[in-house]
């Protein structure tokens, strides 16, 4: 499981007003197979392989099948899916890999329990699904459904609700069969979809940067997704996205986005480093070796370049980690 494991990537997405997280899965050196509704309008997209992070833009996308294929900027070694050839039979055993609700790498089993089904999502009607009974959330989108073979029999893009009630035990699957040709026409394409651009952007390029996550405890990775969204979405001038990774209570603070987001138009993240997370429950406390780069008038000192080790109180909301204050107990920045 630990080869399959390496081939499943954490998806963080930022977008002008807003952030997501999914999963996706390798198909190439730099290939990765997604759901087209986690990489929708956006500003900016890193995936999480392991500790490490890595840039990626889309190369197409189809709404009407729920399909994306990103390309990284380098290429990633973990093991690469082949999509199977023939949808599997009614019953036939099968496993969801992801990322549910941003937590950690999950398999959960399941039978394919339909085929050919539909699902209404807003205006939108998804056909020629495969339906299944496994365990499958919000962040698992994009990510492949397995047989026991290994093969891709299809890509996770929806669980069931009715009227707004989940549906215990009915997820959906784009069929591997129907994503196939669209992947194998999307891979020779050498222009991505354009970036979404939300404003004057401080940091040039793309906005990613990257993160590493040295610390061991269970929900370091988890905190690392959340702090590279503000990362990448203060980087892209996305300060709604931003200010939307902090608690309401710290929102409340600063008396709005605008007035956060003042000191900040010179300001972008250059790289960071997950170093160590300490405490246990819905509040944690997490160490975070972090470079920015800003202009002397917003640089601490006059700085242009500053590495900071900064405390971040992280708190838990139910669907992911939210900044809920910060701190400097190891001192002032210093020049890079």
């Known amino acids: 499981m630990a080869e399959v494991e390496s081939g499943v990537g954490q998806l963080s997405v930022t977008t ?23 990489v929708r309008g956006a500003s900016a997209i890193s995936i999480s392989f392991g500790a490490t992070s890595v840039n990626a833009t889309v190369l197409g996308e189809d709404d009407a099948e729920d399909l994306a294929l990103a390309r990284t900027d380098q290429a990633v070694p973990g093991h690469r899916f082949t999509f199977r050839t023939a949808d599997p039979a009614i019953g036939t055993d099968i496993a969801a890999l992801g990322f549910p609700l ?3 790498f999950t398999l959960t089993r399941g039978a394919v329990s339909a085929l050919n089904a539909q699902q209404q999502v807003g205006n939108q009607v998804l056909r020629n699904l495969i339906q299944t009974d496994a365990a499958i959330n919000h962040g698992n989108s994009g990510g492949p459904l397995i047989t026991q073979d290994g093969e891709v029999s299809g890509v996770i893009v929806s669980i069931e609700f009715d009227q707004e ?14 994503a196939a040709p669209a992947v194998e026409e999307w891979r020779t394409r050498t222009a991505p979809v354009a970036l979404q651009k ?37 980087n892209r001038g996305a300060y709604a996205a931003a200010f939307k990774q902090l608690t309401p209570e710290l929102q409340a603070t600063f008396g709005g986005v605008n007035a956060w987001s003042a000191g900040l138009g010179s300001s972008y ?31 601490r000192n006059g700085q242009t370049c500053s590495n900071w080790r900064i ?19 190891f001192g002032d920045p210093t020049s890079c």
């Open 311 to 329: 405390r971040y109180v992280m708190q838990w909301n139910g669907i992911a980690w939210l900044i809920a204050g910060t701190s400097l107990p």
């Open 198 to 234: 939300c404003g004057n952007a401080p940091a040039p390029g793309s906005g990613t940067f990257p993160l590493t996550v040295s610390a061991s405890h269970e929900q370091a990775r988890s905190i690392g997704q959340s702090l590279l969204l503000e990362g990448q979405a203060i």
């Open 269 to 299: 993240w250059r790289k960071a480093d997950v170093v160590n997370v300490t405490g246990s429950g819905d509040k944690l406390s997490a160490d975070v070796d972090l470079q920015t780069v800003q202009d002397a008038a917003d640089g």
């Open 165 to 178: 009630l989940r549906a215990e035990g009915i997820a959906y699957a784009v069929s591997g069969v129907r």
């Open 102 to 104: 941003g937590k950690p």
């Open 16 to 38: 002008c007003d807003g952030s997501l997280s999914g999963t996706g899965f390798l198909v190439g050196p730099d290939l990765v197979v997604t759901a087209a509704h986690v």
